[in-house]
């Protein structure tokens, strides 16, 4: 696939559901009430907010996330990197998102099963047609 205009669509695609992702995971490190949502469904919550180790690995998500969008438009070149990592971490990204959409299918929540396996999945998609653009 050629860079332009799809790849950087596809990029800009996953970068904000990546970033709205990490938002998600900040509102649950600060003690939002949707911990029934995240996690597979698994974590005890008290009135929806997660315990305090669930909370944790949410906020150690956040830079993850983050870092994974900003690989995701390196690889498009939509911000500048000197990083010749790039081309394996948008892999790596990828199959971080794979192994997170089959999570998320599988979750007992309904609103983790089918929106968030849904970004993920549009996320891993994107992400693929980035990887496969240069």
Do not use: C
């Amino acid at each position: 696939m050629e860079k332009g205009l799809p790849m950087e669509t596809a990029a800009l695609i996953a970068a904000i559901l990546l970033q709205m992702v990490a938002a998600f995971q900040v509102a649950l490190a600060y003690g939002a009430p949707w911990g029934e949502h995240a996690y597979g469904g698994r974590a005890k919550t008290v009135d929806g907010v997660l315990p305090p180790a669930y909370r944790a690995m949410s906020a150690v998500a956040v830079p993850i996330l983050l870092l994974a969008s900003w690989v995701v438009l390196a690889k498009a070149e939509l911000v500048a990197t000197g990083q010749g990592w790039i081309d394996v971490g948008v892999w790596v990204v990828f199959a971080y998102l794979v192994f997170n959409t089959l999570g998320n299918l599988a979750s007992s929540s309904r609103i983790e099963r089918y929106l968030m396996g849904s970004v993920t999945m549009v996320s891993a998609i994107a992400t693929l047609v980035v990887a496969l653009g240069s």
